[in-house]
């Protein structure tokens, strides 16, 4: 079965500083990971996704994730934060046995202080 | 380029009563899928369709029904509804190529159970 954690319900960070947003993921099969953001009243927006090829992934908005298969982890990186990136982001998991089925991560909400 | 939408976007309703949330999209993708979100679970796979008169269960299923007998439409009906079922819901298509495919997200569907 597929299942992801995401650590941190709320990351508040500053203006400028690292954004890292945690996602951890359980797969009995090589898995396909993706990363949503989603702002206010608004629908889902794909940020990136891994797909067995390059373990480092770079995404729109200067985010990039990195696939660790040893850690089982998927976390979520930008350089430096800007206001527009206060939203809620999600972590997704899908595998060849499960289809098209995503399972979702609980989100976390990023707060960004100037 | 209408993508994908959902209607209504708002909608009030009482205990028992019928409730259809519409969602259509324009790419002619293969699946579809409704979810729920709700605070401290992410989103929760209601039933999906891998094409048109083809559908099968998600995760909380219960107390919804779906039909899909064009592929560009995927109605939600609720056949009674229920104050749990008070809750933010998302339609998404994707084209099936297979389980890495992207998911597309409507803006969803804000449900209030009285």
């Known amino acids: 079965a597929q299942s992801v954690t995401q650590l941190g319900s709320h990351v508040s960070v500053s203006e400028g500083a690292l954004v890292l947003l945690r996602c951890n993921y359980s797969?009995?099969?090589?898995?396909?990971l993706f990363w949503y953001v989603q702002y206010p009243n608004q629908g889902l927006q794909l940020l990136l996704k891994y797909t067995s090829a390059a373990t480092l992934v770079k995404g729109i908005n200067g985010f990039e994730a990195e696939f660790k298969k040893s850690e089982t982890s998927f976390h979520l990186t930008k350089p430096s934060a800007h206001m527009s990136d206060a939203a809620e982001y999600f972590c997704a998991v899908s595998a060849r046995h499960t289809g098209n089925q995503f399972y979702f991560g609980t989100g976390t909400s990023l707060t960004v202080i100037p | 380029d209408a993508g994908i939408t959902q209607s209504p976007r708002y909608k009030i309703t009482e205990t028992g009563r019928q409730v259809t949330l519409m969602c259509h999209q324009t790419?002619?993708?293969?699946?579809m899928f409704w979810y729920r979100q709700d605070l401290g679970h992410g989103l929760r796979l209601i039933y999906y369709s891998a094409a048109a008169d083809i559908t099968d269960k998600g995760e909380v299923p219960d107390g919804y029904v779906v039909s899909r007998s064009k592929t560009e439409n995927f109605p939600l009906t609720l056949e009674s509804a229920t104050r749990s079922q008070t809750s933010v819901y998302f339609c998404?298509?994707?084209?099936?190529?297979?389980?890495?495919?992207?998911?597309?997200f409507g803006p969803g569907t804000r449900l209030t159970v009285l």
């Open positions: 790419w002619s993708h293969s699946y």
């Open positions: 797969s009995s099969v090589p898995p396909y």
């Open positions: 998404a298509s994707s084209a099936g190529q297979g389980a890495g495919d992207t998911q597309y």
